[in-house]
């Protein structure tokens, strides 16, 4: 059981932790070291209930289903389709940031503008994602353990440049004003791991429901260490320096080699992630909706490129903006569709007052976020 609990773990680890940690860094900054704090907590404890209250419904229900799968059975066809909109539009915007955060990366190496290098992102990821090259992301594992490697090495080559003086806990930003609400969307985005719960669930075949959900908080909760390391790292380190992508401005004080081998390993994770979430939104177009190949294939690849010419560059602001609407929005689906699984099923847990209110105000909450962010 424990040799398949850490293949679980790392699993998971494996689908969250990957681009949003280079955009914490300045977002916590913009906003503050109180709200990104504050941002941090809320966000990690909404992600930590809406994944177990999602691998409960994995794990109850038999079968290959993925998300639009579990609303159509539990909440109807017409909020199957109000899913749909919502996966194809986070996946959308997750695709965005992923070729805007790769042709930034690759301009650390070629004398290119980011934007023409973002396009080749866009163009040479499409193309593989055309060709079927989706197992290519299998190495995302591989790259995610070197890339949490990074942020161990980082720390520990960058501690004696670290000034307590840049987190500036002098001046705490109490107000609704600026950026404060900007980091609360990037640590959605960057804590969701929803889509590989189904083939984790797999792996625990004839295991508890217990031991399963202990693994997606151990899960969960791993990411979120690392991700305070780096954030930690990055603002000590570049203080009010801290550039948008968290490389740019750490190399201004460790030097080019921290941005040579960062840029070369954050270029890998979000190229492998752009073409497996390809590969899967295509998919997604051919067998749950019975797109022909070619359609399918176009249906990916061109609105994101159709975005990017239109100007959508600020890939914090994207990233924002697709945690606090796109995964807002699937945890109010995830929150009514655990409610009804545990009133329809008498051999699990029901919902007692207590957690019927919680569930009520995390909805509450995420409603909260989503029209603020609007």
């Known amino acids: 059981m424990t040799k398949t609990r850490l293949k679980g773990i790392g699993m998971l680890v494996g689908m969250i ?108 990821g499409g193309i593989l994602v055309f060709l079927h090259f989706e197992k290519l992301a299998g190495i995302n594992f591989f790259l995610t353990v070197l890339l949490l490697g990074f942020v161990v090495l980082l720390l520990i080559i960058a501690f004696s440049y670290i000034k307590i003086s840049n987190f500036d806990f002098a001046n705490f930003n109490f107000s609704f004003s600026g950026d404060w609400f900007l980091p609360y969307g990037i640590w959605l985005f960057s804590l969701a791991g929803f889509a590989v719960l189904p083939e984790m669930r797999d792996m625990f075949i004839g295991a508890t429901i217990k031991n399963f959900k202990r693994s997606i908080l151990a899960g969960i909760l791993i990411c979120a260490v690392f991700y305070l390391i780096f954030i930690f790292t990055i603002i000590g380190v570049s203080g009010k320096m801290t550039t948008s992508d968290s490389l740019t401005g750490l190399a201004k004080v460790l030097g080019t080699p921290a941005l040579v081998a960062g840029s070369l390993l954050g270029f890998l994770v979000v190229f492998t992630s752009f073409i497996a979430l390809g590969a899967d939104l295509k998919n997604i177009f051919r067998y749950d909706f019975h797109f022909p190949p070619w359609l399918a294939w176009l249906s990916v690849v061109v609105p994101p490129i159709f975005l990017f010419l239109t100007g959508a560059e600020n890939f914090t602001r994207i990233l924002g903006i697709t945690g606090s609407i796109g995964l807002g929005l699937m945890g109010i689906l995830i929150i009514l569709m655990t409610r009804k699984l545990r009133r329809e099923r008498g051999d699990y847990e029901r919902f007692s007052k207590i957690k019927l209110i919680a569930g009520g105000l995390l909805m509450a909450g995420i409603i909260a976020a989503v029209i603020s962010e609007f």
């Not at 070291?33 to 966000?43: M, Q, Y």
């Not at 992923?98 to 301009?107: D, E, K, M, R």
């Open 17 to 124: 932790f990957g681009a949003g940690v280079f955009a914490l860094p300045f977002a916590v900054l913009k906003a503050g070291i109180f709200w990104g704090s504050l941002h941090f907590i809320l966000a990690l404890l909404i992600m930590i209930f809406l994944h177990l209250w999602y691998g409960e419904i994995a794990y109850c229900v038999p079968g290959n289903n993925r998300f639009t799968g579990y609303v159509a059975m539990f909440l109807g066809n017409k909020a199957k389709w109000f899913a749909f909109l919502i996966t194809v539009l986070t996946y959308y915007g997750a695709l965005l940031v992923y070729g805007l955060l790769g042709g930034i990366f690759l301009a650390n190496f070629f004398p290119l503008s980011p934007i023409t290098l973002s396009l080749s992102v866009f163009v040479i």
